[in-house]
Protein backbone atom coordinates (compact mmCIF):
# COMPACT_ATOMS: atom_id res chain seq x y z
CA UNK A 1 0.00 0.00 0.00
CA UNK A 2 1.16 3.33 -0.93
CA UNK A 3 1.87 6.05 1.62
CA UNK A 4 -1.21 8.28 0.26
CA UNK A 5 -3.45 5.21 0.58
CA UNK A 6 -1.99 4.30 3.99
CA UNK A 7 -2.97 7.66 5.20
CA UNK A 8 -6.87 7.27 3.73
CA UNK A 9 -6.24 4.32 5.88
CA UNK A 10 -5.64 6.60 9.20
CA UNK A 11 -8.27 9.28 8.67
CA UNK A 12 -10.96 6.59 8.26
CA UNK A 13 -9.68 4.95 11.24
CA UNK A 14 -9.05 8.20 13.28
CA UNK A 15 -12.87 9.74 11.98
CA UNK A 16 -14.82 6.60 13.32
CA UNK A 17 -13.04 7.19 16.46
CA UNK A 18 -13.68 10.94 17.57
CA UNK A 19 -10.25 12.03 16.40
CA UNK A 20 -11.35 13.76 12.61
CA UNK A 21 -9.77 16.69 11.39
CA UNK A 22 -6.52 15.87 14.00
CA UNK A 23 -3.11 16.13 12.39
CA UNK A 24 -0.92 12.55 13.68
CA UNK A 25 2.29 14.31 15.35
CA UNK A 26 4.84 11.32 14.62
CA UNK A 27 7.08 10.56 17.59
CA UNK A 28 10.61 9.31 17.54
CA UNK A 29 11.39 5.71 15.65
CA UNK A 30 12.39 2.99 17.27
CA UNK A 31 13.86 -0.43 16.08
CA UNK A 32 10.85 -1.79 14.64
CA UNK A 33 8.55 -1.21 11.72
CA UNK A 34 5.85 0.48 14.55
CA UNK A 35 4.77 3.83 13.78
CA UNK A 36 3.50 6.30 16.64
CA UNK A 37 1.96 9.29 16.44
CA UNK A 38 0.63 11.43 19.32
CA UNK A 39 -3.30 13.13 18.89
CA UNK A 40 -4.20 16.06 20.40
CA UNK A 41 -7.23 17.99 19.77
CA UNK A 42 -6.69 20.78 22.69
CA UNK A 43 -8.71 19.13 25.18
CA UNK A 44 -7.08 15.54 25.28
CA UNK A 45 -4.84 13.25 23.91
CA UNK A 46 -3.78 9.96 22.83
CA UNK A 47 -1.51 7.40 20.66
CA UNK A 48 -1.77 6.02 17.44
CA UNK A 49 0.10 2.97 16.72
CA UNK A 50 0.40 2.14 12.98
CA UNK A 51 2.04 -1.53 11.70
CA UNK A 52 0.28 -2.29 8.57
CA UNK A 53 0.00 -5.95 7.96
CA UNK A 54 2.51 -5.60 5.24
CA UNK A 55 5.13 -4.24 6.83
CA UNK A 56 8.28 -6.94 7.65
CA UNK A 57 8.24 -7.55 11.52
CA UNK A 58 10.86 -10.10 12.99
CA UNK A 59 9.54 -13.30 14.63
CA UNK A 60 10.40 -12.22 18.54
CA UNK A 61 10.17 -15.77 20.02
CA UNK A 62 11.71 -17.99 18.40
CA UNK A 63 8.86 -20.29 16.47
CA UNK A 64 9.62 -20.15 13.11
CA UNK A 65 12.70 -21.10 10.70
CA UNK A 66 12.05 -18.08 8.57
CA UNK A 67 12.02 -14.91 11.59
CA UNK A 68 10.42 -12.58 8.91
CA UNK A 69 6.80 -12.68 9.67
CA UNK A 70 3.32 -10.76 8.69
CA UNK A 71 2.93 -8.11 10.91
CA UNK A 72 -0.06 -7.55 13.85
CA UNK A 73 -1.28 -5.47 16.72
CA UNK A 74 -3.45 -8.57 17.99
CA UNK A 75 -0.45 -9.51 20.38
CA UNK A 76 -1.51 -5.31 21.96
CA UNK A 77 -4.77 -6.64 22.64
CA UNK A 78 -4.52 -9.92 24.30
CA UNK A 79 -1.10 -8.57 26.42
CA UNK A 80 -3.15 -5.46 27.43
CA UNK A 81 -5.55 -7.39 29.56
CA UNK A 82 -2.93 -9.66 31.20
CA UNK A 83 -0.62 -7.15 32.45
CA UNK A 84 -3.86 -5.26 33.62
CA UNK A 85 -4.99 -8.48 35.49
CA UNK A 86 -1.44 -8.68 37.09
CA UNK A 87 -2.30 -5.27 38.18
CA UNK A 88 0.28 -3.36 36.16
CA UNK A 89 0.06 -0.14 34.87
CA UNK A 90 -0.19 -0.10 30.85
CA UNK A 91 -1.85 2.05 28.45
CA UNK A 92 -5.60 1.30 27.98
CA UNK A 93 -6.72 0.66 24.26
CA UNK A 94 -9.76 3.23 23.33
CA UNK A 95 -10.15 1.63 19.56
CA UNK A 96 -8.31 -1.42 17.43
CA UNK A 97 -8.97 -2.43 13.91
CA UNK A 98 -6.58 -5.43 13.60
CA UNK A 99 -7.33 -5.98 10.04
CA UNK A 100 -5.93 -2.27 8.97
CA UNK A 101 -2.93 -2.87 11.88
CA UNK A 102 -4.10 0.23 14.03
CA UNK A 103 -4.77 0.69 17.47
CA UNK A 104 -5.41 4.36 19.90
CA UNK A 105 -4.11 3.85 23.40
CA UNK A 106 -3.52 5.71 25.97
CA UNK A 107 -0.84 8.61 26.06
CA UNK A 108 1.29 8.58 29.29
CA UNK A 109 3.14 11.16 27.83
CA UNK A 110 6.82 11.94 27.58
CA UNK A 111 8.60 10.86 30.88
CA UNK A 112 10.24 7.83 30.46
CA UNK A 113 12.45 6.80 33.32
CA UNK A 114 15.52 7.38 30.64
CA UNK A 115 13.87 11.37 30.50
CA UNK A 116 13.58 11.40 34.42
CA UNK A 117 17.21 10.20 35.45
CA UNK A 118 18.66 12.19 32.28
CA UNK A 119 16.81 15.59 32.93
CA UNK A 120 14.78 15.83 35.79
CA UNK A 121 17.42 14.02 38.09
CA UNK A 122 15.72 11.57 39.32
CA UNK A 123 17.17 9.06 41.93
CA UNK A 124 18.96 6.53 39.84
CA UNK A 125 18.44 3.72 42.64
CA UNK A 126 14.84 4.79 43.35
CA UNK A 127 13.68 4.59 40.15
CA UNK A 128 15.15 1.19 39.34
CA UNK A 129 13.90 -0.45 42.65
CA UNK A 130 10.85 0.55 41.09
CA UNK A 131 11.41 -1.38 38.66
CA UNK A 132 12.47 -4.12 40.09
CA UNK A 133 9.68 -4.40 42.37
CA UNK A 134 6.96 -4.39 39.89
CA UNK A 135 8.95 -7.32 38.57
CA UNK A 136 8.26 -8.75 41.74
CA UNK A 137 5.03 -7.78 42.00
CA UNK A 138 4.15 -9.67 38.71
CA UNK A 139 6.47 -12.76 39.44
CA UNK A 140 4.74 -13.68 42.68
CA UNK A 141 1.08 -13.38 40.83
CA UNK A 142 2.33 -15.63 37.91
CA UNK A 143 4.23 -17.77 40.37
CA UNK A 144 0.64 -18.66 41.93
CA UNK A 145 -0.66 -21.75 39.22
CA UNK A 146 -4.14 -20.98 38.62
CA UNK A 147 -3.06 -16.95 37.68
CA UNK A 148 -0.10 -18.16 35.40
CA UNK A 149 -2.50 -20.79 33.57
CA UNK A 150 -5.10 -18.56 32.84
CA UNK A 151 -2.95 -15.80 31.87
CA UNK A 152 -1.07 -17.88 29.38
CA UNK A 153 -4.49 -19.34 28.16
CA UNK A 154 -6.02 -16.35 27.53
CA UNK A 155 -3.07 -14.41 26.01
CA UNK A 156 -2.06 -17.42 23.95
CA UNK A 157 1.28 -17.07 25.24
CA UNK A 158 4.37 -18.65 23.54
CA UNK A 159 6.54 -21.22 26.18
CA UNK A 160 10.12 -20.69 25.76
CA UNK A 161 12.14 -23.95 25.45
CA UNK A 162 15.67 -23.93 24.46
CA UNK A 163 14.82 -24.31 20.72
CA UNK A 164 13.47 -21.21 20.81
CA UNK A 165 16.55 -19.34 21.59
CA UNK A 166 18.46 -21.09 19.38
CA UNK A 167 16.26 -20.03 16.41
CA UNK A 168 16.28 -16.20 18.27
CA UNK A 169 20.28 -16.41 17.76
CA UNK A 170 20.44 -17.84 14.29
CA UNK A 171 20.62 -14.11 13.38
CA UNK A 172 23.22 -13.56 15.04
CA UNK A 173 24.92 -16.27 12.81
CA UNK A 174 23.61 -15.20 9.73
CA UNK A 175 23.27 -11.71 9.75
CA UNK A 176 26.46 -10.08 12.33
CA UNK A 177 28.84 -12.67 12.26
CA UNK A 178 29.10 -12.28 8.40
CA UNK A 179 30.12 -8.11 9.69
CA UNK A 180 33.12 -9.71 11.83
CA UNK A 181 34.65 -12.73 10.54
CA UNK A 182 35.58 -12.36 6.27
CA UNK A 183 36.97 -15.43 6.08
CA UNK A 184 33.80 -18.03 5.27
CA UNK A 185 35.85 -20.99 6.23
CA UNK A 186 36.57 -19.59 9.64
CA UNK A 187 33.31 -18.17 10.14
CA UNK A 188 31.58 -21.62 9.29
CA UNK A 189 33.61 -22.99 12.43
CA UNK A 190 32.75 -20.54 14.53
CA UNK A 191 28.94 -21.03 14.00
CA UNK A 192 29.72 -25.04 14.73
CA UNK A 193 31.44 -24.56 17.96
CA UNK A 194 28.62 -21.61 18.62
CA UNK A 195 26.18 -23.94 18.21
CA UNK A 196 28.10 -26.75 20.59
CA UNK A 197 28.38 -24.06 23.05
CA UNK A 198 25.28 -23.62 23.43
CA UNK A 199 23.98 -26.83 24.02
CA UNK A 200 26.17 -26.59 26.81
CA UNK A 201 24.95 -23.50 28.10
CA UNK A 202 21.17 -23.12 27.11
CA UNK A 203 19.98 -25.10 29.42
CA UNK A 204 21.07 -23.22 32.59
CA UNK A 205 18.87 -20.65 31.98
CA UNK A 206 16.36 -22.57 33.42
CA UNK A 207 17.34 -23.19 36.50
CA UNK A 208 15.09 -21.41 38.35
CA UNK A 209 11.80 -21.56 36.50
CA UNK A 210 9.55 -19.37 34.53
CA UNK A 211 7.47 -16.59 34.71
CA UNK A 212 5.80 -13.98 32.80
CA UNK A 213 8.02 -11.82 31.41
CA UNK A 214 8.01 -8.48 29.06
CA UNK A 215 10.78 -9.56 26.96
CA UNK A 216 12.03 -5.69 26.58
CA UNK A 217 11.86 -4.41 29.99
CA UNK A 218 13.97 -1.66 30.31
CA UNK A 219 14.08 2.02 31.44
CA UNK A 220 13.45 3.43 28.09
CA UNK A 221 10.16 1.47 28.32
CA UNK A 222 9.34 2.24 31.92
CA UNK A 223 7.32 5.67 33.09
CA UNK A 224 6.26 8.03 35.36
CA UNK A 225 2.57 8.46 35.30
CA UNK A 226 0.26 10.77 37.30
CA UNK A 227 -2.04 8.92 39.22
CA UNK A 228 -5.58 10.25 40.71
CA UNK A 229 -4.12 10.68 43.57
CA UNK A 230 -1.45 13.41 42.71
CA UNK A 231 0.95 10.71 42.56
CA UNK A 232 2.73 8.55 40.23
CA UNK A 233 2.69 5.27 38.88
CA UNK A 234 5.22 3.25 37.28
CA UNK A 235 3.68 2.80 34.06
CA UNK A 236 4.98 0.59 31.57
CA UNK A 237 4.62 0.21 27.77
CA UNK A 238 5.80 -1.74 24.52
CA UNK A 239 4.96 -5.08 26.14
CA UNK A 240 3.07 -6.77 23.42
CA UNK A 241 6.03 -9.60 23.18
CA UNK A 242 5.47 -11.00 26.31
CA UNK A 243 5.97 -15.12 26.57
CA UNK A 244 6.53 -17.43 29.45
CA UNK A 245 10.41 -17.45 29.92
CA UNK A 246 13.06 -18.26 32.17
CA UNK A 247 12.53 -16.02 35.45
CA UNK A 248 15.76 -13.66 35.33
CA UNK A 249 15.12 -12.61 31.85
CA UNK A 250 13.38 -9.48 32.50
CA UNK A 251 15.26 -8.68 35.27
CA UNK A 252 18.84 -9.22 33.12
CA UNK A 253 17.24 -6.80 30.41
CA UNK A 254 16.73 -3.90 33.23
CA UNK A 255 19.74 -4.07 34.97
CA UNK A 256 22.37 -5.15 31.63
CA UNK A 257 20.74 -2.43 29.30
CA UNK A 258 23.04 -2.19 27.08
CA UNK A 259 22.59 1.71 26.58
CA UNK A 260 22.35 1.87 30.43
CA UNK A 261 24.97 1.26 32.84
CA UNK A 262 24.26 1.18 36.14
CA UNK A 263 27.11 0.24 37.78
CA UNK A 264 28.02 -3.56 39.63
CA UNK A 265 27.35 -2.16 43.11
CA UNK A 266 23.71 -1.09 41.83
CA UNK A 267 23.05 -4.22 39.95
CA UNK A 268 24.12 -6.38 42.61
CA UNK A 269 21.96 -4.82 45.42
CA UNK A 270 18.95 -5.31 43.10
CA UNK A 271 19.91 -8.71 42.17
CA UNK A 272 19.65 -9.32 45.81
CA UNK A 273 16.53 -7.16 46.51
CA UNK A 274 14.66 -9.52 44.27
CA UNK A 275 16.41 -13.01 45.42
CA UNK A 276 14.93 -11.63 48.92
CA UNK A 277 11.68 -11.62 47.51
CA UNK A 278 11.66 -15.17 46.84
CA UNK A 279 12.29 -17.34 49.76
CA UNK A 280 12.62 -20.72 48.08
CA UNK A 281 15.15 -19.32 45.43
CA UNK A 282 18.53 -20.94 45.22
CA UNK A 283 20.54 -17.74 44.77
CA UNK A 284 23.23 -19.61 43.38
CA UNK A 285 21.16 -21.30 40.53
CA UNK A 286 19.69 -17.67 40.04
CA UNK A 287 22.98 -16.19 39.33
CA UNK A 288 23.88 -18.69 36.59
CA UNK A 289 20.15 -18.55 35.54
CA UNK A 290 21.15 -14.99 34.94
CA UNK A 291 24.23 -15.08 33.63
CA UNK A 292 22.93 -17.65 30.88
CA UNK A 293 20.11 -15.07 29.86
CA UNK A 294 22.48 -12.40 29.64
CA UNK A 295 24.00 -14.11 27.02
CA UNK A 296 20.87 -15.07 25.07
CA UNK A 297 20.17 -11.23 25.29
CA UNK A 298 23.46 -9.77 23.77
CA UNK A 299 23.92 -12.59 21.29
CA UNK A 300 20.06 -11.45 20.07
CA UNK A 301 20.87 -7.69 20.13
CA UNK A 302 23.76 -8.70 18.40
CA UNK A 303 21.98 -10.26 15.68
CA UNK A 304 19.28 -7.53 15.50
CA UNK A 305 21.49 -4.81 15.24
CA UNK A 306 22.93 -6.59 11.94
CA UNK A 307 19.81 -7.05 10.50
CA UNK A 308 18.94 -3.39 10.78
CA UNK A 309 21.79 -2.31 9.74
CA UNK A 310 21.66 -4.93 6.55
CA UNK A 311 18.07 -5.06 5.74
CA UNK A 312 16.79 -1.94 6.81
CA UNK A 313 19.88 0.80 6.64
CA UNK A 314 20.24 1.75 10.73
CA UNK A 315 23.58 1.68 11.64
CA UNK A 316 22.81 4.20 15.20
CA UNK A 317 23.07 1.28 17.15
CA UNK A 318 26.23 0.63 16.49
CA UNK A 319 27.58 2.53 19.22
CA UNK A 320 26.04 -0.32 21.75
CA UNK A 321 27.93 -3.20 19.90
CA UNK A 322 31.19 -2.84 21.92
CA UNK A 323 29.07 -3.08 25.41
CA UNK A 324 27.29 -6.33 24.41
CA UNK A 325 30.23 -8.27 24.40
CA UNK A 326 31.54 -6.72 27.78
CA UNK A 327 28.20 -7.68 29.63
CA UNK A 328 28.72 -10.86 28.16
CA UNK A 329 32.37 -11.09 29.35
CA UNK A 330 31.98 -9.97 32.40
CA UNK A 331 32.25 -12.69 35.27
CA UNK A 332 32.15 -15.22 32.25
CA UNK A 333 35.27 -16.99 33.18
CA UNK A 334 33.85 -17.71 36.63
CA UNK A 335 30.19 -18.36 35.41
CA UNK A 336 29.89 -19.29 31.65
CA UNK A 337 33.47 -21.01 30.66
CA UNK A 338 32.62 -22.24 27.53
CA UNK A 339 31.06 -19.03 26.48
CA UNK A 340 34.40 -17.26 27.86
CA UNK A 341 36.40 -19.55 25.57
CA UNK A 342 34.02 -19.17 22.21
CA UNK A 343 34.82 -15.15 22.57
CA UNK A 344 38.25 -15.51 22.94
CA UNK A 345 38.75 -17.90 20.23
CA UNK A 346 36.97 -16.17 17.42
CA UNK A 347 36.21 -12.55 18.57
CA UNK A 348 39.13 -10.80 18.84
CA UNK A 349 39.47 -7.87 20.84
CA UNK A 350 38.87 -5.04 17.53
CA UNK A 351 35.96 -7.45 16.41
CA UNK A 352 34.28 -6.82 19.83
CA UNK A 353 33.75 -2.94 18.32
CA UNK A 354 31.50 -1.72 15.75
CA UNK A 355 32.08 -3.17 12.59
CA UNK A 356 32.29 -2.06 8.75
CA UNK A 357 29.77 -3.22 6.17
CA UNK A 358 31.97 -3.23 3.88
CA UNK A 359 33.39 -5.69 5.16
CA UNK A 360 30.58 -7.51 5.45
CA UNK A 361 30.16 -6.94 1.46
CA UNK A 362 33.31 -8.31 0.76
CA UNK A 363 32.52 -11.13 2.89
CA UNK A 364 29.34 -12.03 1.54
CA UNK A 365 31.22 -12.31 -1.92
CA UNK A 366 33.38 -14.68 -1.01
CA UNK A 367 30.86 -16.70 0.79
CA UNK A 368 29.22 -16.85 -2.71
CA UNK A 369 32.01 -17.36 -4.49
Known amino acids: MNAAARQDVIDLFLGKNGWRDVVPVPLVDDASARKYYRLDDGRRTALLMDFPIDAISVDPHGIHENPERPASVAPVMTTTDLF ?47 AVDQLINLHRYCDTKTARARMQAEADLV ?89 PYDLVSLLRDVRHDIGSELEASLKDRYCAAFENLDHSDFETSYMACNMVRNFRILGRFGWLAIKAGKRRYFDFIPRCWELMLRDADRNLPELAAWIANYIPVEARMAPSLSGARQSSEQGAS
Not at 88 to 99: C, E, G, K, L, T
Not at 168 to 188: C, E, G, H, Q, T
Not at 215 to 236: F, P
Request: glycine share 8%; aromatic share 10%; net charge negative.
Open 159 to 247: VYGPDNFRRMLKSFKDDYLPLIIADPVRRNQAMIDFDVMLDGVLPSCWKTGTVIIHRDYHVDNLMLVENDEGGEDCGIIDFQDAAIAPR
Open 84 to 130: MQAGWRVPAIYASDVSQGLVLIEDFGDLTFTRALDQNGASKPALYLR
